[in-house]
């Protein structure tokens, strides 16, 4: 049987995660949250204590177990859906995610976990790394100021302490490290389908993806 994959990447706050997992819901694929991942990881290796600025420390990432249920990501059979948002975790993971052995050991566990499912997959190297072969590549994208109003109002939602003015300047920093970094910049697939979410609503955006998708499934592409 031929698995259908869907890779959405773009920047932080351009509404992807929302949007992937409603996406996954309507056409009833599993949802995977790549950049959940990377938190996780972040978060074990500040529980761990080790020194996050030592690439060498990161063994520990090739025994680390995951697991997506109803697009919740249980690390190691724990469930790390809320602590992995703390801005302590989200402070330092682009740095974890710089690493080389880190993305190679994710990537390979991202190829696993896509392997034998129907897929919504989305992150910064999904449509040209990790799902290369993927049949359906978007890329999110919106302004500075929408995306961390966004994150604004998620952060709030979600009972944690936030500042719009501090997390413009966050989105700024991160968005420099995550496409200037060495190994999987962010950047779009030569093939992706690119989309300005600034003016649009979630519903619209999942609409348009979801329509052109089960336009092309019925007309046999
Ligand atoms: O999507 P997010 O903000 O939760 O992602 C957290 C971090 O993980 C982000 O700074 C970039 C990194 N990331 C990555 O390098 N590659 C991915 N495929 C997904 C996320």
Do not use: W
Request: hydrophobic share 40%; proline share 1%; no cysteine.
């Amino acid at each position: 049987m031929n698995y259908i994959q869907i890779a959405i990447d773009g920047p932080a706050g351009a509404g992807k995660s929302t949007i992937a997992k409603l996406i996954a819901e309507h056409l009833n694929y599993i949802y995977i949250d790549s950049g959940a991942m990377y938190r996780a990881i972040t978060l074990k290796a500040i529980k761990l204590g080790i020194d996050l600025e030592d690439e060498r420390m990161y063994d520990f990432v090739k025994d680390t177990k995951f697991k997506f249920l109803n697009g919740t990501l249980f690390m190691d059979d724990v469930d790390v859906s809320h602590d992995i948002r703390e801005n302590n975790v989200s402070n330092n993971v682009s740095l974890v995610s710089s690493y080389f052995f880190v993305r190679k050991e994710l990537v390979r566990a991202q190829q696993i976990l896509a392997k034998n499912h129907n897929v919504v997959m989305d992150g910064r190297d999904i449509g040209y790394k990790v799902l290369p072969d993927a049949k359906y590549k978007f890329y999110l994208t919106a302004s500075i100021k929408k995306r961390a109003e966004r994150r604004n109002i998620d952060n709030l939602e979600r009972n944690i302490k936030s500042n719009l003015e501090v997390i413009e300047k966050e989105i700024e920093r991160r968005d420099f490290l995550d496409t200037t970094r060495k190994y999987s910049p962010l950047k779009a697939a030569d093939d992706a389908v690119i989309i300005d979410t600034s003016d649009l609503t979630i519903d619209q955006v999942v609409k348009l993806i979801t329509e052109k998708i089960m336009e092309d499934e019925k007309n046999g592409f």
